[in-house]
């Protein structure tokens, strides 16, 4: 049962996630949202995690006297580069530290957001998803946000991906909070350029995914960019083939464009599509990955974007790497 505090409303702990945004234009507003959620943590004996920019790892970490109990991670290292990674480490720290008996694990996590609005555009993406496939796990989330320094886009979709906010020492209920599978269905498709030219490769009615497969590596022979990322991006490309031509509807499509930017690939086929916006977070049959169901997780965790889009002729799926 939830209990009132002078801070508004502390769910009870368990296994489901709790997901609360923090505003902050300045270190004392940053102070007065973190420091009490860090300190009743600690009293209450949950474990607390830092995931954070330096600045606000400093700030938490001095204002508990340096606590050993708060553990502090690397933003980087936590975060990483591509957002399911981002799910699955949060999945791991929380069975790690659940598992030496603590009954929750608060986080003061802040996200790296990037640099351009197609990096924007993913991590608002992310935000939205782990309110549901973060469900399961003991985890409360106080996600904190630089008003200073975060673009207006970002700052919109914070407020519509957070099912509850903190402001002025209060945790209240989120007014602006939309649905998170309504919030996806809702986010654009970005245009790709590089899809305006002709392909390097096209295949308009996939017959042997082996055969295509060489052709695709021969094409991406050519790239280049580090072998480690265009072998994840054929791989990445495989999977999505494999996909389609098993539970698709024929014919299966493929498009590839390469220039020294990045490479860009479509799998399109004539099927119902997905209907689910947070497949490929994680494997669709859980740990049991006997099971299969592993290529689009597998795909997002190769690739820097992928962007699904279902229509009257089907689906396609659009994978983007960047070649650094």
Do not use: K
């Not at 935000?127 to 106080?142: D, F, K, S, T």
């Not at 989120?174 to 986010?187: C, I, K, M, T």
């Not at 280049?224 to 990445?236: I, K, N, R, S, T």
């Amino acid at each position: 049962m939830d209990t009132v505090t002078r801070r508004g409303t502390v769910p009870a702990p368990g296994p489901h996630y709790v997901h609360d945004a923090l505003f902050f234009s300045s270190p004392d507003e940053l102070a007065a949202g973190t420091v009490p959620f860090v300190r009743e943590g600690l009293a209450t004996g949950d474990a607390v995690v830092v995931a954070a920019s330096p600045g606000t790892a400093d700030l938490v970490r001095a204002a508990v006297g340096g606590d050993p109990r708060v553990r502090v991670l690397e933003r980087g290292d936590t975060y990483r580069r591509r957002t399911p990674t981002a799910v699955a480490s949060f999945r791991r720290l929380a069975d790690e530290l659940a598992a030496t008996g603590a009954p929750r694990i608060r986080v003061v996590g802040e996200t790296d957001f990037g640099r351009t609005e197609r990096d924007w555009l993913e991590w608002q993406r992310y935000e939205a998803v782990i309110n549901e496939v973060l469900g399961p796990w003991p985890l409360w989330g106080l996600c904190v946000f630089d008003t200073r320094r975060l673009p207006e886009q970002v700052l919109e979709s914070v407020a519509r991906t957070h099912p509850t906010v903190v402001a002025g020492g209060q945790r209240t209920p989120n007014p602006r909070f939309v649905d998170p599978a309504r919030y996806l269905s809702g986010l654009p498709v970005p245009p790709e350029p590089l899809q305006a030219s002709t392909p390097r490769l096209a295949v308009d009615d996939v017959a042997d995914p082996i055969a295509l497969r060489h052709a695709v590596a021969a094409a991406l022979a050519a790239v280049a960019g580090p072998c480690e990322v265009v072998e994840d991006f054929l791989l990445a490309v495989d999977e999505m083939t494999s996909n389609a031509v098993r539970h698709g509807g024929p014919p299966v499509g493929l498009r590839l464009w390469t220039s020294a930017e990045r490479v860009v690939c479509t799998v399109t086929d004539h099927g119902p599509g997905l209907d689910d916006p947070f497949a490929g977070y994680g494997p669709a049959h859980g740990e049991d990955l006997s099971r299969g169901g592993m290529g689009l997780w597998l795909a997002r965790q190769l690739c820097d974007h992928v962007d699904i889009t279902t229509g009257p002729d089907g689906v396609a799926v659009r994978l983007t790497t960047e070649l650094r």
